[in-house]
């Protein structure tokens, strides 16, 4: 099955401590996002990436950073710089850039005790 | 900066009602509107608009764009409780890989 795959699905974290979520895409995809999602809110972008070893800042990239060594591969570091980071993480690709139509994965409910 | 609004922010009907999703924009050099569909976790896409005054229909769900208004609205016919569900408004422009959402319109169907 084709498909976006994140992983964990919770993930708790204490404060101060850097934590590493997890993005998988088997669709062959060239661009993929990373979103994050509050309650009651819509999606803000933090990073996306067109092609492999490129990524560009999104909207609230402050406190986050990304790599892309692989097509398959987007995974997001949240730091200890971001200020407040519990939240809903949603990562998604798209075939391309130009491309909008985007899949989602399932995300990751991120808890900083 | 480019601006998604949407409205209803939440909107309860009952089964079989006809609801009216409300979407305006501002974006720099508009390139597409896209509508999903967030159940419980992962948005799923319904639409996507280009051009203005033509309406796409899936089933029950239809959706138009009016570029000289700057708005879109996403139709529902013949609402089921599967329709529960937070709606999605996004847009993109100058910079392709940066669309811009709203904040959803949540829809409630009761039996």
């Known amino acids: 099955d084709g498909g976006i795959t994140q992983s964990p699905k919770y993930l708790f974290r204490k404060e101060g401590q850097n934590v590493t979520l997890s993005c998988e895409q088997n669709l062959n995809h060239d661009a993929m996002y990373w979103y994050r999602q509050d309650p009651g809110q819509g999606l803000r972008l933090i990073y996306y990436s067109q092609i492999v070893n490129d990524f560009q800042k999104g909207d609230i990239a402050e406190g986050y950073s990304v790599s892309r060594e692989k097509k398959e591969s987007f995974p997001l570091t949240v730091t200890s710089a971001q200020k407040n980071p519990t939240a809903f993480y949603l990562c998604?690709?798209?075939?391309?850039?130009?491309?909008?139509?985007?899949?989602f994965g399932p995300g990751t409910r991120l808890t900083v005790l | 900066e480019d601006k998604v609004v949407q409205s209803p922010l939440s909107l309860v009907v009952h089964e079989g009602d006809t609801v009216t999703l409300n979407c305006s924009y501002e974006?720099?050099?508009?390139?597409?509107l896209l509508w999903y569909k967030q159940e419980k976790k992962a948005p799923t896409f319904l639409f996507m608009l280009t051009s203005s005054g033509i309406e796409k229909k899936s089933g029950r769900l239809s959706s138009i764009l009016d570029k000289k208004e700057l708005f879109s609205i996403l139709n529902i016919t013949a609402t089921q409780t599967g329709d529960s569900a937070v709606y999605l408004c996004a847009t993109s422009g100058t910079n392709a890989g940066k669309s811009t959402f709203g904040d959803g319109t949540t829809l409630t169907v009761k039996p």
């Open positions: 974006v720099t050099n508009f390139r597409s």
């Open positions: 998604a690709s798209s075939i391309d850039l130009e491309y909008n139509e985007q899949f």
